[in-house]
């Protein structure tokens, strides 16, 4: 069945622009993860979300960057005037279920160069 | 709390001998343990999971990790490397209700 698509994958904006970047997790599943990966470095937790919870914003790096799910399903993650730091892969993964024992499904990630 | 620690940031191995990459976690519950692989330019694929059945569990392309409560480790081993396996290794801990915490990973390298 189709996995976790995300677009674009590469998006050249820039500094100071606004950039969305878009997650289609796979159908059925109830927990979406955004994340970060700078060049050479490890995953950045940036939110999470389940089902009709509120989110765990908690790894959002500054107010300038924001998300959303609608209807459960597709997510948004909007950076607001964009800085050169903000440049990475940002990768969005999907989970059957808020249950830990479940792995997370992972799409191919937006790469954002911020020029 | 959660939290998890790869030890080594970098391995390098030569074709053909064995696999050690090297995990540590912490948690304050029942944890589900996961290494997923990145090969350069791909997607993080995942390679095994732990998720309280058997501790040591296999997973795809010879990958084996095995889960020590009283260490709190889960080490990811091969026995015989091949040039394919360079990438970047992440070991992973999750708990229900709990976001996942990812390690800073390792890069493997290969040489022929």
């Known amino acids: 069945g189709a996995g976790v698509s995300q677009s674009p994958s590469n998006k050249v904006t820039e500094k100071g622009k606004d950039v969305e970047l878009r997650c289609d997790p796979i159908?059925?599943?109830?927990?979406l993860y955004w994340y970060r990966q700078s060049l050479g470095q490890g995953l950045e937790f940036l939110i999470y979300?389940?089902?009709?919870?509120?989110?765990?914003k908690s790894g959002l790096p500054s107010d300038r960057f924001s998300a959303e799910r609608t209807g459960g399903s597709v997510s948004t993650l909007t950076i607001q005037r964009t800085q050169q730091e903000d440049s990475a892969v940002y990768l969005c993964?999907?989970?059957?279920?808020?249950?830990?024992?479940?792995?997370?499904?992972f799409g191919p990630g937006t790469r954002l160069t911020v020029t | 709390a959660q939290s998890v620690t790869q030890l080594d940031s970098h391995v390098s191995v030569s074709e053909g001998t064995p696999v050690l990459l090297r995990c540590n976690y912490s948690?304050?519950?029942?944890?589900?343990l996961f290494w997923y692989v990145q090969h350069p330019n791909k997607g993080l694929q995942l390679l095994l999971k732990?998720?309280?059945?058997?501790?040591l569990v296999k997973g795809i392309n010879g990958f084996e990790a095995e889960f020590k409560k009283s260490e709190t480790s889960f080490h990811l081993t091969k026995p015989s490397a091949h040039m394919s396996d360079a990438a970047e290794y992440f070991c992973?801990?999750?708990?229900?209700?709990?976001?996942?915490?990812f390690g800073a990973g390792t890069r493997l390298f290969v040489k022929a």
């Open positions: 979300f389940q089902g009709n919870s509120a989110p765990d």
């Open positions: 992973v801990v999750s708990s229900t209700g709990f976001k996942t915490i």
């Open positions: 732990y998720t309280s059945a058997a501790t």
């Open positions: 948690s304050s519950y029942s944890p589900s």
């Open positions: 993964a999907s989970r059957i279920r808020d249950r830990g024992s479940y792995e997370q499904y």
């Open positions: 159908s059925g599943h109830t927990a």
